[in-house]
Structure formats: structure tokens, C-alpha cells
């Protein structure tokens, strides 16, 4: 059984922000009221976000953190990092083949990981958490995937079940409820959202939306699982801890303002 969110509520809060952003509606201003704090430069912290709990995985100059998924050291080629993003660079669209994956050096159970991206025309990626490395697959690391995808462009967004491999669906699993209002298009930042709760209840985000939900090891989880290409191995999605990856598909794809909160 696939869960869906009904995509009542996000309208409607959508809505609302497009009209206070348009100028459309008007709200009385409270007495004292304080003009709200700007938004935090990219790959940096408020302090009030860092005693939340909050650290950056990417500090926007250096590599520092991640590694290639096939070996100990961040790719030669492949990746880039300038203007304060990382950049997975175009190649032929194959996955995994230019610079390959890569991955966090530690390993997270429950946590909140905050991340923005920006998609070229046309463009596959995904950010893939749970990552063990022990299917030692020939493409990509096998883990839960929050996809990353043009969906007007590329083919991969009509194959699949109900929508399950468009933009921030879980891949392959169950497909992201996005009201349009919510979408960015192509070459926008976007802010992507994982929520892994110490419960294994588990949600996705985009642009501040909740698009999908689900229950990691649940009975429904694991008839999707069993129904998904993930079928074939056995130990798909039960690992208590995982690496954080950002997948190469031989499309260009950056992101910035990657930061984690670990949930107790």
C-alpha cells in the first residue's frame, strides 16, 4: 500500500506564501513588532542554529567531510568546488561514471539533513542516505534515495509507479506529493529536506513542503520494498546507521548549504 499525503494543506500554504511574497495579501503588523532576520548566508549558521544543534557538512571551500564511495579519498576529477557550491559536473549521463558518488565520512541514525541543489535542464542526481556500501554494486551504493530530477525533461520521471522517481520521491518507493506552486524551475535554488526520526518515521521536504512520508521497516514499507528493483537484496533499508551520499549521473548539479541536526 502506497502512502500519499493529501496535498490540501501544502497548497494552501503555498498559497499563502506566494500571495504574502506578490504583495496580494496584507497583514496587520503587530505593535512592536521586529523585522524578521535575514536569511543566513549559504553554507553558514545562525548561532541560534548552531545551539539548536545544527552543523554544516560543507563548509563551501574545502571537501572536508566527504570521500569518494569507492575509496578513502575525495575524486581527482569529476567534482568542483568553487563559488561555495559542490558540483557534480556533466559527463554522458551515465551513473556513477565520471567523478563517482560521494560520501560522508561519518555515519548518522536519526537526524534532520538540509541541503540546497540547483538542476540543469535535463538533469538525474539524488542525495542517498542509509549508505552502507556492503551490496558493492557496480553503480551507485544502494540506500534510500530522495530523488533529484527534471521532471519535464528526463525520461526516468514517467517510469517507475504512480510518479515514484520525480523530483523528492523516495526512489523507486513512493512518489512526492508537490503542489506546483511549490516548484522552482530549472537553474533555481532549491531547498531539499530527511527527516529520519529516532522512530524510523521518516519525511521529505522540498522548498519547506512535507512531500511524502513513511515508516522505515513497517509492513508497508517493506511490500513497496518488495514490489521496487531493491527487491534483490535482502538487507535493503535495515541498517541502524548509514553514510549521507550525493550521487554523480553524469549531469551537472550543485549544492550548497548542507547541514545536519542529529536527533536523540
Avoid at 538540509?114 to 551507485?140: D, K, M, R, W
Avoid at 512520508?213 to 531493491?230: D, I
Wanted: glycine residues 10%; hydrophobic residues 40%.
Amino acid at each position: 500500500m502506497r502512502h500519499i499525503l493529501s496535498p490540501a494543506r501544502p497548497v494552501a500554504q503555498c498559497l499563502l506564501g506566494a500571495a504574502l511574497l506578490l504583495g496580494t495579501l496584507t497583514l496587520p503588523a503587530k505593535p512592536g513588532a521586529a523585522t524578521p532576520a535575514a536569511e543566513p548566508a549559504p553554507n553558514t549558521l545562525t548561532a541560534a542554529a548552531r545551539r539548536q544543534g545544527w552543523r554544516l557538512l560543507f563548509d563551501g571551500q574545502t571537501a572536508t567531510g566527504w570521500r569518494s564511495a569507492k575509496g578513502a579519498a575525495f575524486p581527482t576529477h569529476g567534482w568542483q568546488i568553487e563559488n561555495g557550491e559542490l558540483t557534480t559536473l556533466a559527463a554522458d549521463g551515465k551513473e556513477s561514471a565520471n567523478g563517482g558518488d560521494i560520501i560522508t565520512t561519518a555515519q548518522y541514525r536519526a537526524f534532520d539533513f538540509s541541503f540546497e541543489f540547483q538542476l540543469t535542464p535535463g538533469a538525474n542526481s539524488g542525495v542517498i542516505y542509509f549508505v552502507t556500501l556492503a551490496e558493492q554494486t557496480p553503480g551507485s551504493p544502494i540506500g534510500l534515495e530522495y530523488q533529484l530530477l527534471d521532471d519535464a525533461r528526463h525520461p526516468d520521471a514517467k517510469l517507475g509507479i504512480n510518479g515514484d522517481r520525480t523530483l523528492a520521491s523516495l526512489y523507486d518507493l513512493v512518489p512526492a506529493v508537490k503542489p506546483a506552486a511549490c516548484q522552482r524551475p530549472i537553474g533555481a535554488w532549491n531547498v531539499g529536506r530527511v527527516v529520519v526520526y529516532p522512530t524510523n518515521h521518516v519525511e521529505h521536504y522540498l522548498n519547506g513542503v512535507k512531500v511524502l512520508a513513511y515508516e522505515r521497516g513497517s509492513p508497508a514499507f517493506e511490500a513497496l520494498v518488495a514490489g521496487s528493483k531493491y527487491h534483490v537484496w535482502p538487507h535493503f533499508a535495515k541498517a541502524p546507521a548509514g553514510h549521507l551520499l550525493l550521487q554523480d549521473h553524469g549531469n551537472r548539479v550543485s549544492f550548497r548549504s548542507l547541514k545536519i541536526k542529529e536527533l536523540r
